[in-house]
């Protein structure tokens, strides 16, 4: 007798091919550095930054236009 014949065992899952997330200079604008980490992880790594280093946004973004670059501190450093 085998038991085997009667069971039913599930079928493996259509392997779906993973969705790979827009890098952040694809969503955001002027984007100088983190250009190609994922734009979901921009904000939460901005967040990080400015807590290690003690400072809000506005520190080195124009409060309401994040995009622009008129505070030297927003700018990447000189090599």
Request: charged share 25%; glycine share 4%.
């Amino acid at each position: 007798m085998n038991f085997l014949a009667n069971c039913s065992f599930p079928q493996p899952l259509a392997q779906e091919t993973p969705k790979v997330p827009k890098p952040a200079a694809q969503q955001y604008k002027n984007i100088q550095a983190l250009k190609e980490i994922p734009a979901d992880q921009l904000i939460p790594t901005m967040q990080f930054i400015g807590g290690a280093l003690g400072v809000d946004c506005e520190f080195c973004h124009v409060e309401h236009a994040m995009d622009k670059d008129d505070k030297k501190e927003s700018r990447p450093r000189e090599k």
